[in-house]
């Protein structure tokens, strides 16, 4: 196992120690680890969700895609109401007859496994003097001193016996997690989904095990980690938290409540300034698809302005 | 062996799959493609199960993917909805 992943612990490490020796120049060259390897460490998740930033896109487009299928969507719907196994099937040839799916896919979600558990591996390494990848020597020996509020980076909640800090550290953290992880669903579900006549179920359900569910997986899997892994993973949070509040507030999915809080806003806007109300599917914003698909050929699209983008903030 | 991989997956599918809302791009979905795969072909499930997962990537385009019954070459439809 640990061959297999060598390289992403010297991708992880070097991420890390080339986030280190930048912070140098801000803070100095010497002293103030703890604030310079916490910083790397969100530098790491930085770097890592920019790079899947293309991806994100790539989903929001296929998802906007949709608007153009809507009336075979519901064709399908109707058609099959009563066999929920053939309405999947027959929404799922659809997608791929016209090459677009609006689902994020599984594997993503696993990809992120390996990277999670060589930065585990690699802090941990420095909990239990093991160097990994470039995190060797000195580099080592400082990390080993860094601490996050006081609790020490690789110290887990488990592991601290009577370090007070480092417990109050890690239940903060979890605490944390587990309101990000709850409103950004939250969110997606109130704001950024179409209405459907089964959300209502699906919804409670989700925020029922939104609740209770994953604090408790939080909580039990997070006394395991050492505080610089909580790091990493509150910081992941708070990064899909804000990528979707962006997305839900510039660029919603047609026929979810945002988007009809944005056409509703710029008719105002519009009739205010005296132009004509755009209600096209083209809720602009930066992430918006190329308009090459079919979306277009049934509507005459405006080209959202400079100037209106500003002002819808 | 194969009892642990069906109750992790159904605790998944129970537990933690509904918090993060559909996402998969094929029917049946992964998960439930796995539970039938093992269920059917045991271990060599375990790696048509990967291959699926590796297939729902975000290039891909999905679709509708059973898998087949080891004698009939039917699909296998249960647990899907």
């Known amino acids: 196992m640990g061959s297999i992943l060598n390289p992403l612990y010297y991708a992880v490490s070097w991420v890390m120690v080339t986030f280190h020796s930048f912070f140098g120049f801000i803070f100095g060259k010497d002293g103030h680890e703890s604030i310079k390897w916490s910083l790397s460490i969100i530098g790491l998740v930085i770097v890592l969700r920019i790079i899947l930033i293309p991806l994100f896109v790539k989903q929001i487009k296929s998802q906007r895609a949709l608007t153009a299928l809507q009336p075979h969507m519901k064709e399908i719907q109707k058609k099959y109401k009563d066999d929920r196994q053939k309405q999947s099937e027959e929404m799922m040839k659809l997608y791929k007859e016209h090459k677009t799916n609006?689902?994020?896919?599984?594997?993503?979600?696993?990809?992120?496994?390996?990277?999670?558990?060589?930065?585990?591996?690699?802090?941990?390494?420095?909990?239990?003097d093991v160097p990994h990848g470039f995190l060797k020597g000195d580099l080592l020996n400082a990390a080993q001193k860094a601490e996050f509020?006081?609790?020490?980076?690789?110290?887990?909640?488990?592991?601290?016996?009577?370090?007070?800090?480092?417990?109050?550290?890690?239940?903060?953290?979890?605490?944390?997690?587990?309101?990000?992880t709850f409103t950004t669903q939250r969110q997606l579900m109130v704001k950024g989904m179409p209405k459907m006549d089964s959300s209502n179920n699906m919804m409670l359900q989700q925020q029922k095990i939104m609740l209770y569910v994953f604090p408790v997986i939080f909580a039990v899997t997070g006394v395991n980690f050492?505080?610089?892994?909580?790091?990493?993973?509150?910081?992941?949070?708070?990064?899909?938290?804000?990528?979707?509040?962006?997305?839900?507030?510039?660029?919603?999915t047609p026929g979810s409540p945002a988007y009809e809080e944005l056409i509703k806003k710029r008719a105002i806007k519009n009739s205010e300034t005296g132009e004509l109300p755009s209600m096209d599917g083209s809720a602009a914003g930066d992430v918006n698809p190329d308009q090459?698909?079919?979306?277009?050929?049934?509507?005459?699209?405006?080209?959202?302005?400079?100037?209106?983008?500003?002002?819808?903030? | 062996m194969r009892k642990i991989f069906s109750k992790a997956i159904?605790?998944?599918?129970?537990?933690?799959s509904p918090a993060f809302g559909p996402r998969c791009k094929y029917y049946p979905s992964c998960s439930t493609y796995a539970l039938n795969a093992i269920e059917e072909y045991g271990a060599k499930g375990i790696v048509m199960s990967a291959w699926r997962i590796i297939k729902c990537n975000p290039w891909s385009h999905g679709g509708v993917d059973y898998v087949l019954s080891k004698n009939s070459k039917q699909p296998i439809k249960t647990g899907a909805n």
Do not use: H
């Open chain 1, 102 to 128: 609006p689902l994020a896919s599984c594997f993503p979600i696993l990809a992120q496994a390996p990277i999670f558990f060589a930065l585990f591996t690699v802090l941990n390494g420095i909990a239990r």
């Open chain 1, 149 to 180: 509020f006081g609790a020490n980076l690789s110290s887990t909640f488990l592991s601290s016996g009577t370090n007070g800090q480092t417990k109050l550290v890690t239940i903060a953290l979890i605490v944390f997690m587990s309101a990000t």
């Open chain 1, 226 to 252: 050492p505080v610089g892994v909580l790091i990493y993973w509150s910081t992941t949070n708070l990064w899909t938290f804000g990528q979707q509040f962006y997305v839900i507030k510039r660029n919603p």
């Open chain 1, 292 to 313: 090459d698909d079919e979306t277009n050929q049934q509507k005459q699209r405006q080209q959202p302005s400079k100037k209106k983008k500003k002002k819808k903030k």
């Open chain 2, 10 to 16: 159904k605790f998944y599918q129970r537990w933690i």
